[in-house]
Protein backbone atom coordinates (compact mmCIF):
# COMPACT_ATOMS: atom_id res chain seq x y z
CA UNK A 1 0.00 0.00 0.00
CA UNK A 2 1.41 3.57 -0.95
CA UNK A 3 1.77 5.55 2.28
CA UNK A 4 3.53 8.93 3.53
CA UNK A 5 4.53 9.35 6.87
CA UNK A 6 5.35 12.02 8.43
CA UNK A 7 6.60 12.78 11.82
CA UNK A 8 6.56 14.03 14.72
CA UNK A 9 2.86 15.42 14.26
CA UNK A 10 3.38 18.24 16.05
CA UNK A 11 6.27 20.33 17.57
CA UNK A 12 6.36 23.68 19.44
CA UNK A 13 10.03 25.49 19.03
CA UNK A 14 11.31 29.02 19.68
CA UNK A 15 11.65 31.59 17.39
CA UNK A 16 15.30 31.72 15.86
CA UNK A 17 15.57 28.20 16.55
CA UNK A 18 16.04 25.31 13.67
CA UNK A 19 14.06 22.28 13.72
CA UNK A 20 14.16 19.29 11.22
CA UNK A 21 10.78 17.84 9.85
CA UNK A 22 10.94 13.97 8.60
CA UNK A 23 8.70 12.34 5.93
CA UNK A 24 9.33 8.15 4.94
CA UNK A 25 7.24 6.81 2.49
CA UNK A 26 6.65 3.97 0.73
CA UNK A 27 5.44 4.80 -3.00
CA UNK A 28 5.75 2.94 -6.10
CA UNK A 29 6.48 3.98 -8.67
CA UNK A 30 8.40 7.14 -7.68
CA UNK A 31 7.86 10.34 -9.79
CA UNK A 32 8.89 13.48 -7.46
CA UNK A 33 8.88 14.42 -3.73
CA UNK A 34 7.14 17.58 -2.61
CA UNK A 35 6.74 19.56 0.59
CA UNK A 36 4.32 22.31 0.96
CA UNK A 37 3.57 25.22 3.81
CA UNK A 38 -0.48 25.12 4.75
CA UNK A 39 -1.14 28.09 6.47
CA UNK A 40 -4.27 27.42 9.29
CA UNK A 41 -7.45 28.26 6.80
CA UNK A 42 -5.40 28.33 3.70
CA UNK A 43 -4.55 26.20 1.09
CA UNK A 44 -1.66 24.76 0.64
CA UNK A 45 1.70 26.13 -1.08
CA UNK A 46 4.78 24.52 -2.77
CA UNK A 47 7.80 24.93 -1.19
CA UNK A 48 10.17 22.47 -2.66
CA UNK A 49 9.51 19.78 -5.71
CA UNK A 50 12.74 16.96 -5.95
CA UNK A 51 13.24 14.01 -8.07
CA UNK A 52 14.87 10.66 -7.68
CA UNK A 53 18.27 12.13 -8.53
CA UNK A 54 18.26 15.41 -6.49
CA UNK A 55 19.69 14.95 -2.92
CA UNK A 56 18.99 18.35 -1.60
CA UNK A 57 16.95 21.31 -2.69
CA UNK A 58 16.45 25.13 -0.98
CA UNK A 59 14.10 27.73 -0.80
CA UNK A 60 15.11 30.65 0.89
CA UNK A 61 15.60 29.03 4.83
CA UNK A 62 13.74 25.96 4.28
CA UNK A 63 16.23 23.29 2.87
CA UNK A 64 14.44 19.38 1.60
CA UNK A 65 16.56 16.60 1.33
CA UNK A 66 15.78 13.48 0.00
CA UNK A 67 17.08 9.81 0.15
CA UNK A 68 15.61 7.64 -2.34
CA UNK A 69 17.94 4.50 -1.37
CA UNK A 70 16.18 4.57 2.30
CA UNK A 71 12.93 6.84 0.84
CA UNK A 72 13.15 9.60 3.50
CA UNK A 73 13.29 12.85 3.06
CA UNK A 74 13.38 15.52 5.66
CA UNK A 75 12.88 19.51 5.62
CA UNK A 76 14.86 21.71 7.63
CA UNK A 77 13.99 24.96 9.07
CA UNK A 78 16.79 27.38 9.74
CA UNK A 79 15.98 30.73 11.87
CA UNK A 80 12.58 30.34 12.30
CA UNK A 81 10.12 32.96 12.36
CA UNK A 82 6.76 33.24 13.88
CA UNK A 83 5.41 33.23 9.99
CA UNK A 84 6.95 29.78 9.70
CA UNK A 85 4.09 28.40 12.33
CA UNK A 86 2.35 26.44 9.97
CA UNK A 87 1.33 22.38 8.60
CA UNK A 88 4.23 21.14 6.42
CA UNK A 89 2.99 18.23 4.36
CA UNK A 90 4.98 15.63 2.33
CA UNK A 91 3.61 14.75 -1.01
CA UNK A 92 4.80 11.98 -3.40
CA UNK A 93 3.85 11.83 -7.22
CA UNK A 94 3.25 8.34 -8.24
CA UNK A 95 2.96 7.98 -12.03
CA UNK A 96 0.60 10.28 -13.49
CA UNK A 97 -1.69 12.50 -12.00
CA UNK A 98 -1.57 10.70 -8.90
CA UNK A 99 0.05 12.36 -5.25
CA UNK A 100 0.22 10.56 -1.86
CA UNK A 101 -0.09 12.97 1.07
CA UNK A 102 0.84 12.64 4.53
CA UNK A 103 -0.91 14.13 7.20
CA UNK A 104 1.08 16.46 8.25
CA UNK A 105 3.30 17.91 10.70
CA UNK A 106 2.26 20.93 12.67
CA UNK A 107 5.12 23.79 13.66
CA UNK A 108 4.15 25.90 16.47
CA UNK A 109 6.77 28.65 16.57
CA UNK A 110 6.59 30.74 19.89
CA UNK A 111 7.95 34.06 20.42
CA UNK B 1 -3.10 37.41 -10.59
CA UNK B 2 -5.74 35.67 -8.47
CA UNK B 3 -4.39 31.69 -9.16
CA UNK B 4 -6.79 29.35 -7.97
CA UNK B 5 -9.87 30.96 -6.65
CA UNK B 6 -13.04 28.98 -4.53
CA UNK B 7 -16.66 29.66 -4.05
CA UNK B 8 -17.95 29.46 -1.88
CA UNK B 9 -15.76 29.85 1.08
CA UNK B 10 -18.60 28.45 3.68
CA UNK B 11 -21.73 26.84 3.25
CA UNK B 12 -23.81 24.78 5.89
CA UNK B 13 -26.30 22.16 4.37
CA UNK B 14 -28.83 20.06 5.21
CA UNK B 15 -28.77 16.47 4.38
CA UNK B 16 -30.28 15.59 1.12
CA UNK B 17 -29.48 19.40 -0.33
CA UNK B 18 -27.62 19.59 -3.36
CA UNK B 19 -24.93 22.27 -4.27
CA UNK B 20 -22.13 23.11 -6.45
CA UNK B 21 -18.57 24.31 -5.90
CA UNK B 22 -16.72 26.82 -8.05
CA UNK B 23 -13.09 26.26 -8.44
CA UNK B 24 -11.73 29.13 -11.08
CA UNK B 25 -8.01 29.79 -12.06
CA UNK B 26 -5.79 32.38 -14.29
CA UNK B 27 -2.92 30.25 -14.74
CA UNK B 28 -4.01 28.92 -18.26
CA UNK B 29 -3.76 25.60 -16.31
CA UNK B 30 -4.06 22.41 -18.18
CA UNK B 31 -4.67 20.30 -15.20
CA UNK B 32 -7.50 20.29 -11.97
CA UNK B 33 -7.97 18.51 -9.20
CA UNK B 34 -10.92 18.35 -6.26
CA UNK B 35 -9.60 17.27 -2.99
CA UNK B 36 -10.77 16.48 0.14
CA UNK B 37 -9.15 17.52 3.38
CA UNK B 38 -10.45 15.67 7.07
CA UNK B 39 -8.73 15.58 10.63
CA UNK B 40 -5.97 13.45 10.82
CA UNK B 41 -6.14 12.56 6.81
CA UNK B 42 -3.94 13.37 3.88
CA UNK B 43 -5.80 15.29 1.45
CA UNK B 44 -7.59 13.03 -1.06
CA UNK B 45 -8.37 13.09 -4.64
CA UNK B 46 -12.39 13.45 -5.36
CA UNK B 47 -12.08 13.85 -9.31
CA UNK B 48 -9.62 15.57 -11.87
CA UNK B 49 -9.79 17.14 -15.01
CA UNK B 50 -6.21 17.10 -17.81
CA UNK B 51 -8.18 19.30 -19.66
CA UNK B 52 -11.52 21.09 -21.10
CA UNK B 53 -14.33 18.57 -21.44
CA UNK B 54 -12.77 15.55 -19.93
CA UNK B 55 -13.02 15.02 -16.10
CA UNK B 56 -11.59 10.98 -14.27
CA UNK B 57 -12.33 9.64 -10.88
CA UNK B 58 -9.69 9.72 -7.92
CA UNK B 59 -9.89 8.11 -5.13
CA UNK B 60 -12.79 8.40 -3.30
CA UNK B 61 -15.35 9.93 -5.88
CA UNK B 62 -19.00 8.65 -4.67
CA UNK B 63 -21.37 11.14 -3.95
CA UNK B 64 -19.72 13.43 -6.08
CA UNK B 65 -19.85 14.93 -9.68
CA UNK B 66 -17.46 17.19 -11.44
CA UNK B 67 -17.51 19.05 -14.90
CA UNK B 68 -15.08 20.84 -17.04
CA UNK B 69 -16.94 23.11 -19.66
CA UNK B 70 -14.18 25.36 -19.56
CA UNK B 71 -10.83 24.92 -19.36
CA UNK B 72 -10.44 27.67 -16.30
CA UNK B 73 -13.25 26.35 -14.02
CA UNK B 74 -13.97 23.08 -12.65
CA UNK B 75 -16.99 22.33 -11.10
CA UNK B 76 -17.74 20.05 -7.81
CA UNK B 77 -21.58 18.96 -7.22
CA UNK B 78 -22.60 17.38 -4.58
CA UNK B 79 -26.82 16.19 -5.74
CA UNK B 80 -27.67 14.52 -2.26
CA UNK B 81 -25.54 15.63 0.17
CA UNK B 82 -24.51 13.34 3.06
CA UNK B 83 -22.92 14.14 6.36
CA UNK B 84 -19.88 12.05 5.54
CA UNK B 85 -19.37 15.03 3.33
CA UNK B 86 -18.57 17.38 5.29
CA UNK B 87 -15.20 18.04 5.32
CA UNK B 88 -12.32 20.89 3.75
CA UNK B 89 -12.73 20.91 -0.09
CA UNK B 90 -9.74 22.16 -1.75
CA UNK B 91 -9.12 22.82 -5.83
CA UNK B 92 -5.93 22.45 -7.30
CA UNK B 93 -4.40 22.85 -10.64
CA UNK B 94 -1.14 22.62 -12.35
CA UNK B 95 0.49 22.59 -16.31
CA UNK B 96 0.55 19.35 -17.86
CA UNK B 97 3.03 16.64 -17.73
CA UNK B 98 4.63 18.30 -20.50
CA UNK B 99 6.07 20.42 -18.93
CA UNK B 100 7.88 18.64 -15.85
CA UNK B 101 7.87 18.93 -12.34
CA UNK B 102 5.79 21.43 -11.63
CA UNK B 103 3.52 22.25 -8.67
CA UNK B 104 -0.15 22.15 -7.90
CA UNK B 105 -1.29 25.64 -6.97
CA UNK B 106 -4.28 25.17 -4.14
CA UNK B 107 -7.10 27.74 -3.71
CA UNK B 108 -7.64 28.68 0.24
CA UNK B 109 -10.88 25.88 0.42
CA UNK B 110 -14.55 25.46 0.73
CA UNK B 111 -15.51 24.53 4.17
CA UNK B 112 -18.59 22.88 3.95
CA UNK B 113 -20.61 20.74 6.72
CA UNK B 114 -23.60 18.74 6.14
CA UNK B 115 -26.57 18.26 9.07
Known amino acids: KNQVEQSPQSLIILEGKNCTLQ??????????LRWYKQDTGRGPVSLTIMTFSENTKSNGRYTATLDADTKQSSLHITASQLSDSASYIC??????????FGTGTRLKVLA | NAGVTQTPKFRVLKTGQSMTLLCAQD?????MYWYRQDPGMGLRLIHY???????AKGEVPDGYNVSRLKKQNFLLGLESAAPSQTSVYFC??????????????FGDGTRLSIL
Open chain 1, 91 to 100: VVESGTYKYI
Open chain 1, 23 to 32: CNYTVSPFSN
Open chain 2, 27 to 31: MNHEY
Open chain 2, 92 to 105: ASSYGTGAGNQPQH
Open chain 2, 49 to 55: SVGEGTT
